[in-house]
């Protein structure tokens, strides 16, 4: 089936690591997104892709790196620079960058729980 | 800076009742607005709207946008107790493929 996965659902971490998160897709999609999402936060964009070995920052992007190395695969790293890193992060790809098809909907993984033990 | 605000935050209603969410933004060179339902955990698209004053209509939801006003609402009537969720508003404008969200209402229907 087509989709995006991200892994671990849930995921623990002692303060002073970095950790990092999955988000795999088989949708052929070009751009793909991180979001942290706090309680009455809303979806906050830390990072984007719109196409391999290219990544922005988004509003909330210090203290989190990523990579795309990958057309399929957007990792994101939480790292002991990040104080507060207890939330929910979402990963979403979306059709992505060039001509019309830029007006497509992005489609969202399950998320990852990040606990700070 | 791209900005999206949605009001109310929180709505609490009667099954039945219409409600009326909104979405208010800024973005250079708009492109494209979109609606998503959450419900647990992954957002699931409702809406994509590009021009203004058509509506979208999906069962009881439907939602418009107004570009010169820069403003959009979702409608849901006859509301069920399964259209509890929290709503979100997105857009997306200028060169890239940046999606940014705003801080989403949560809607909660009573029986």
């Known amino acids: 089936d087509g989709g995006i996965t991200q892994s671990p659902k849930y995921l623990f971490r002692k303060e002073g690591q970095n950790v990092t998160l999955s988000c795999e897709q088989n949708l052929n999609h070009d751009a793909m997104y991180w979001y942290r999402q706090d309680p009455g936060q809303g979806l906050r964009l830390i990072y984007y892709s719109q196409i391999v070995n290219d990544f922005q920052k988004g509003d909330i992007a210090e203290g989190y790196s990523v990579s795309r190395e990958k057309k399929e695969s957007f990792p994101l790293t939480v790292t002991s620079a990040q104080k507060n890193p207890t939330a929910f992060y979402l990963c979403?790809?979306?059709?992505?960058?060039?001509?019309?098809?830029?007006?497509?909907?992005?489609?969202f993984g399950q998320g990852t729980r990040l606990t700070v033990v | 800076e791209d900005k999206v605000v949605q009001s109310p935050l929180s709505l609490v209603v009667h099954e039945g009742d219409t409600v009326t969410l909104n979405c208010s933004y800024e973005?250079?060179?708009?492109?494209?607005l979109l609606w998503y339902k959450q419900e647990k955990k992954a957002p699931t698209f409702l809406f994509m709207l590009?021009?203004?004053?058509i509506e979208k209509k999906s069962g009881r939801l439907s939602s418009i946008l107004d570009k010169k006003e820069l403003f959009s609402i979702l409608n849901i009537t006859a509301t069920q107790t399964g259209d509890s969720a929290i709503y979100l508003c997105a857009v997306k404008g200028g060169g890239s493929e940046k999606l940014v969200f705003g801080k989403g209402t949560k809607l909660t229907v009573n029986p």
């Open positions: 973005v250079t060179n708009f492109r494209s």
């Open positions: 979403a790809s979306s059709m992505g960058y060039g001509g019309a098809r830029r007006n497509t909907e992005a489609f």
């Open positions: 590009t021009s203004s004053g």
